[in-house]
């Protein structure tokens, strides 16, 4: 669910923080159901957003055979990156 490590598949000069947090999925149940998972981001829990009903989940229940499109943001590890020419380019 945090750091994957995308440097593999990156340019070289772009993989000086190639890492990216899982913060939503969303899922399909089949059924043409289709509900989200999503973590807030101050306190680290995870929720199921579905119809009406908001529940807090154990993050164990996010990797599931449901998902249908994962949302990741790239990490803040690295300080020096912002003042990298190309990050200022292309983000």
Do not use: P
């Amino acid at each position: 669910l945090k750091n994957l490590d995308l440097s593999n598949y990156m340019a070289e000069e772009l993989t000086m923080n190639a890492k990216y947090d899982l913060f939503s999925v969303c899922c399909h149940s089949g059924t043409g159901h289709f509900y989200s998972l999503c973590k807030k981001e101050n306190d680290d829990n995870w929720y199921r957003f579905e119809d009406k009903k908001v529940t807090k989940i154990d993050k164990l229940s996010v990797v599931n055979n449901k998902a249908l499109i994962l949302f990741y943001k790239k990490t803040k590890q690295n300080n020096r990156l912002e003042s990298h020419c190309l990050f200022n380019q292309y983000f």
